[in-house]
C-alpha cells in the first residue's frame, strides 16, 4: 500500500491517545508471563507487542516472531528458563540477518542450553528450556540494551539471580533503568552500581497488581515534529507523565531547541509550536534515544537547518540499516547528507523535491519518520502499512491533523 500525503494546514489542533509503550508493554507481558497475578492496563496494540503475547501464550515448538526484534532478544532469554520447554525461535528473512550471538552467548554462560539451526550468530535458534543457577555473566556494554534487559527481565527466577558486568561504554542506559524500575514495581530488588547489576530473586510472587503501561514516547515523537514544522500547532497526547521510565522522552529536551514547548497536564502533554523562534543547526548526542534519529534529522530537513547526530551505532542493526536508508531516501529528498558507523551529518538546505517516493525498507519508523514532510511537500511512503509493527493507528491519526492520504 502506497500513501500519498498531502496538506494544506499549517495550523495543527487536535486531541490524539497513543496506545502504551511497546518496550514497557513487551518488559511487562514478560513478567507477567513469569509471575501471572500481574495484571497490565493500556498495552500497546502494535504487531510487536501482539507477536510476544501470541508466543508467550502458545505451546508451538516453532515460534515465528516476524520482524518483532524485541521479542526476539527477550523471548531467548525467557525460553531459556522455561524447563521443560524446547522451541525453535525463528523469524523474518530480515530477522535471520540481525545478530544474536552475545545474547546467546552470555545464556550460555550461565548454563542454557541454545543452538544455531543455521548460521552461527543469528536465528533461527534451538533453545532447551532449564533450570539455571549460575548467577555470574557479562556482556559487551555498547550492544543493543534488549539484550541487557532480555537478561535482566528472567533475573528474578533464576535460583541465583543474576549478577551481570557490563563491559566498556554502556549505551541506551534509559532502556537498561526502565527495565530495573519495572522489577522494582513488582517487588524484586536490583541494584545498578558501575559497570555492574545484580537482581536477586524472587522467592515468593509478586502481590496482585495492576500495572497501567505509559503511552509511547517513540511514537509521541512523530507529533513533535509536525508541531516543528508547522507555523501554528496545539497538539494534546494522551496519556504521558512529565517522570517518565522511557528515554525517549528527552523528546521534551531536544524539540525545545526546535521550536517545541512541552506542557504536562494531568496525564497529557501539549505541544505548542513557539512563536518568532530562531532556528540554527543542532547536535544531538543520541547513545540514550537512538530510535528518535530518523524523525529528528527529517525535521530538520524540513526546517531548513542542519544537524550533526552521534551515538547511532545500533541502527545499523534495525529492522533495516537505518543509517544507509535514512542517506538513500533523504538524498532524494535532494538533501546533502553523510553517514558513518555511528553518526550522520545533514547539510542545511532551503530546496526539498516534492512527490518523491519514500521506500520503508519493512521499518515503521521510516514510514512514520517522513510522514510529517506533508507539512512543506506532497509526499509518497510506500509500503505504509509497516507502522502496523508499533503504531496501527498512525495514518488515521494524522487525518484527524486534516491531512489527505489517498492510496496509489
Not at 327 to 334: D, F, S, V, W, Y
Amino acid at each position: 500500500m502506497n500513501l500519498l500525503l498531502q496538506t494544506s494546514q499549517s495550523d495543527l489542533q487536535a486531541q490524539i491517545a497513543i496506545t502504551g509503550s511497546k518496550s514497557e508493554t513487551n518488559r511487562l507481558l514478560l513478567l507477567q508471563a513469569l509471575f501471572p497475578n500481574i495484571t497490565l492496563a493500556n498495552t500497546s496494540n502494535s504487531d510487536d507487542s501482539e507477536v510476544m503475547q501470541k508466543a508467550l501464550k502458545g505451546n508451538d515448538e516453532i515460534v515465528d516472531i516476524h520482524h518483532a526484534g524485541t521479542a526476539m532478544r527477550f523471548l531467548t532469554a525467557y525460553f531459556a528458563v522455561n524447563e521443560g520447554r524446547e522451541v525453535v525461535l525463528t523469524g523474518s528473512p530480515r530477522m535471520k540477518e540481525r545478530p544474536i550471538k552475545v545474547l546467546v552467548e552470555a545464556l550460555q554462560q550461565l548454563g542454557a542450553q541454545i543452538s544455531y539451526e543455521n548460521q552461527e550468530g543469528y536465528p533461527p535458534i534451538r533453545i532447551k528450556g532449564q533450570k539455571i543457577t549460575n548467577n555470574k555473566v557479562s556482556i559487551p556494554a555498547n550492544v543493543s540494551s534488549q539484550y541487557i534487559s532480555a537478561l535482566l527481565l528472567v533475573a528474578p527466577k533464576l535460583q541465583n539471580g543474576i549478577e551481570l558486568t557490563l563491559v566498556g561504554e554502556i549505551t541506551s542506559i534509559p532502556y537498561i533503568k526502565m527495565t530495573l524500575a519495572l522489577l522494582n514495581e513488582i517487588g524484586v530488588d536490583t541494584n545498578f552500581e558501575g559497570n555492574t547489576i545484580t537482581v536477586k530473586p524472587l522467592t515468593t510472587d509478586p502481590k496482585s497488581q495492576t500495572l497501567t503501561v505509559e503511552s509511547d514516547w517513540s511514537s509521541a515523537s512523530y507529533f513533535f515534529s509536525l508541531a516543528a514544522l508547522s507555523n501554528e500547532a496545539s497538539i494534546s497526547l494522551s496519556s504521558y507523565k512529565e517522570t517518565s521510565l522511557q528515554g525517549d522522552s528527552a523528546l521534551v529536551e531536544i524539540y525545545s531547541k526546535m521550536g517545541v514547548e512541552t506542557r504536562f497536564e494531568e496525564n497529557k502533554v501539549t505541544l505548542v509550536k513557539k512563536p518568532n523562534f530562531n532556528f540554527e543547526s543542532v547536535n544531538f548526542d543520541l547513545n540514550n534515544t537512538p530510535d528518535i534519529a530518523q524523525t529528528i534529522v527529517v525535521t530538520c530537513l524540513g526546517l531548513g537547518i542542519g544537524c550533526h547526530l552521534t551515538g547511532l551505532h545500533t541502527l545499523k542493526i534495525k529492522e533495516t540499516d537505518r543509517l544507509e536508508a535514512l542517506q538513500i531516501e533523504l538524498t532524494k529528498l535532494g538533501a546533502n547528507i553523510s553517514v558513518t558507523n555511528d553518526s550522520l551529518t545533514l547539510v542545511a538546505s532551503e530546496e526539498i523535491n516534492n512527490n518523491v517516493k519514500i521506500a520503508t525498507y519493512n521499518d515503521h519508523r521510516m514510514a512514520m519518520a517522513f510522514a510529517p514532510l506533508a507539512l512543506k511537500v506532497p509526499i509518497i511512503i510506500e509500503n505504509a502499512e509497516v507502522v502496523s509493527k508499533s503504531y496501527p493507528d498512525f495514518w488515521k491519526d494524522l487525518e484527524n491533523l486534516d491531512f489527505q492520504i489517498s492510496e496509489i
